[in-house]
């Protein structure tokens, strides 16, 4: 699957990232260049940590998430034709201003909502065909972080990250302890510290990172997250979205990532879906961004 | 004028969806309490939240009504030199009516309500979707476990709040009328021995009084959860849901406890 000649022509695999830094200066295109630049000069803290950025796990061609021409409407329209791919191992990232749709998307990749009509897919399953009973199956294989981390404030942290476990496994209570000290630890969490505190007990950051060692409980191969750095002070911002990333590096895993943080979507995209008026209105690259003419797509950069 | 129509039409049609909605829930969560896996730790919980915490209102309004029952029978008795039934008649209407009646209102506004608020909490901050999420169906981590600790705490709830409103009614005899406590309890028996016994053990007073609890529990364990899952905007929704739960629920208690009275009095006489 990811033999070069596979990914000929495909903006992927490994080379990916050193490809796409080089590109435009190989073409000598000055125009982008000085986009480049200047995008680099604003985040440049960030770039410095580039390693993480460029180090890209192979991308796979195989799409595992997919909108397909997708329309919903609730009183009015909220989406029109909108289509999207994720390809096994991408971090897709979808901005947008509020109330365009972010989320509706997710519940539709999820199967909370149902689309009006267009096809929803995830890993090979035709979500619009299936029952809720199968699609509370489907889900196991996708991670969920809400925006407001949605911890059942009944149960301790060790609780709810044990819920999926117990719920879906045969592992033993030993088993189960062992799964959530390494899911808290992989998200910078002290164990012996936070699991017995209850979900009110904790600040709004470590709430978000409770939040996604519960959605990676069960190693599913997607996750998806929901404006995972709003209300977050910047370090905090950073550390999620180092998170984010090395969830991507380590355990290879689909992200598709609600935000209009751009610098964070910069940081972590492997491509950016920028949702406006009911539609997808640009769906590329970060350097395709910034290198865009599009009005709207430089207005929302602007906004930066 | 054709506006208006169509707005009375979309509100009909809105309102039978919705009572659509109310026993889709009613069955599903009913056809889960057979289906593993049994949350019992929830309904352990549950029948904690709903029997013990309301075990003190239900007793002490028990108490008092079954006092004033004994107080107004006492009363019209005299005139026909009949007070030694007090007994019988504080008993026939505990048993039979006020007891289930009276203890449902009461758990419909402590519990109903608080089961509406709950789970509403929980549909607008997402833990709702989040159950959804991580592949368990919320009826059955949440509606189920409450309608079982419901069906089971509310008959237990009645048994004492009846017998609770009998003991009421023996104080004031005993007290005001002079009647012996002997004699009370002698026609306490006579009145549950004189609606005859099922199976030769059971009076049917007794079965009477325990099949409306029963219905009761389901309906306020349902109506809280229908509006909880249901609720919309915000924690103003989570108001509207506990206070629509409470109406509800106590205008069905009234209402279904006049057909179950017609069916029960058909059935046992
Ligand atoms: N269940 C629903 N019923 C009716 N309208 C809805 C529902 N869910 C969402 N909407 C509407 O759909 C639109 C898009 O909602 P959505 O939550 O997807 O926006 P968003 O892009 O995530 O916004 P934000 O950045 O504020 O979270 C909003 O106008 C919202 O009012
Ligand atoms: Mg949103």
Not at chain 1, 29 to 57: H, W, Y
Not at chain 1, 138 to 145: A, D, F, L, T
Request: hydrophobic share 45%; aromatic share 6%; with cysteine.
């Amino acid at each position: 699957m990811d033999t070069p000649a596979d990914d000929e022509g495909a903006p992927a695999p490994a080379a990916h990232g050193e490809e796409r830094r080089r590109g435009p200066e190989l073409e000598g295109e000055p125009r982008l260049r000085r986009a480049e630049d200047e995008l680099r000069a604003r985040f440049a803290e960030e770039l410095q940590e580039g390693e993480e950025t460029q180090d890209r796990v192979a991308i796979s061609r195989e799409a595992i998430v997919e909108l397909d021409r997708v329309s919903l409407a609730f009183d009015r329209p909220i989406l029109e034709n909108v289509s999207l791919i994720a390809r096994r191992g991408e971090t897709i990232v979808i901005a947008g201003e509020s109330g365009t749709g972010k989320s509706t998307i997710l519940k539709l990749i999820l199967r909370l909502l149902r689309p009006d009509s267009g096809r929803v897919i995830v890993d090979g399953e035709v979500l619009n065909d299936v029952t809720y009973e199968e699609a509370l199956v489907i889900r196991q294989k996708m991670g969920m972080v809400f925006q407001g981390a949605a911890l059942f404030d009944s149960m301790s942290v060790f609780e709810n990250v044990a819920f999926p476990l117990r719920e879906h496994t045969e592992l033993t209570d030993d088993e189960i302890e062992t799964r959530v000290r390494e899911k808290l630890e992989f998200v910078d969490l002290d164990p012996d510290r936070v699991m017995e505190q209850l979900p009110a007990e904790l600040s709004g950051g470590m709430k978000k990172r409770v939040g996604i060692a519960r959605g990676m409980a069960v190693n599913p191969a997607i996750m998806l997250y929901d404006e995972p750095t709003s209300g977050l002070d910047p370090l905090t911002t950073g550390t999620i979205t180092r998170l984010i990333m090395k969830l991507q590096r380590e355990l290879k895993v689909t992200s598709v990532v609600v935000s209009h943080d751009i610098r964070s979507a910069f940081r972590m995209a492997t491509k950016i879906a920028l949702l406006a008026d009911r539609h997808i209105v640009f769906f590329g690259s970060p350097e395709d961004m910034t290198a865009s003419q599009d009005r709207y797509v430089q207005d929302f950069l602007g906004g930066v | 004028m054709a506006g208006f129509l169509a707005s009375i039409n979309e509100g009909a049609k809105r309102r039978v969806l919705a009572v659509q909605e109310y026993f889709g829930l009613a069955a599903k969560a009913i056809r889960f309490i057979v289906a593993r896996p049994f949350y019992i730790g929830d309904v352990v919980q549950q029948m904690d939240a709903i029997g013990v915490e309301s075990l003190g209102i239900v007793l002490l309004t028990g108490f008092f009504t079954g006092m004033v029952l004994a107080l107004q029978t006492s009363v019209q008795m005299a005139q026909f030199g009949a007070t030694m039934y007090i007994g019988r008649l504080v008993t026939a209407s505990m048993v039979r009516e006020l007891g289930p009646v009276l203890a449902a209102i009461l758990v419909a506004g402590r519990v109903g309500s608080g089961i509406a608020a709950q789970i509403g909490s929980m549909r607008v901050t997402e833990q709702i979707d989040a159950l959804n999420t991580l592949g368990v169906d919320p009826i059955k981590k949440l509606v189920t476990p409450r309608l079982i600790a419901a069906l089971v705490m509310m008959p237990v709830l009645t048994i004492l709040s009846d017998t609770v409103g009998i003991g009421g009614g023996n104080v004031i005899a005993t007290a005001y009328v002079g009647i012996p406590v002997g004699l009370y309890w002698r026609t306490v028996w006579e009145q549950i021995a004189s609606g005859g016994f099922i199976l030769h053990y059971i009076p049917s007073d007794f079965v009477q009084g325990l099949v409306k609890p029963f219905v009761f529990g389901g309906i306020i364990a349902i109506t809280g959860c229908f509006f909880g899952i249901n609720t919309k905007g915000g924690t103003e929704g989570v108001g509207n849901a506990t206070t629509r739960t409470v109406v509800v629920a106590s205008v069905l208690i009234l209402v279904v406890d006049y057909f179950l009275t017609q069916v029960l009095l058909f059935l046992f006489g």
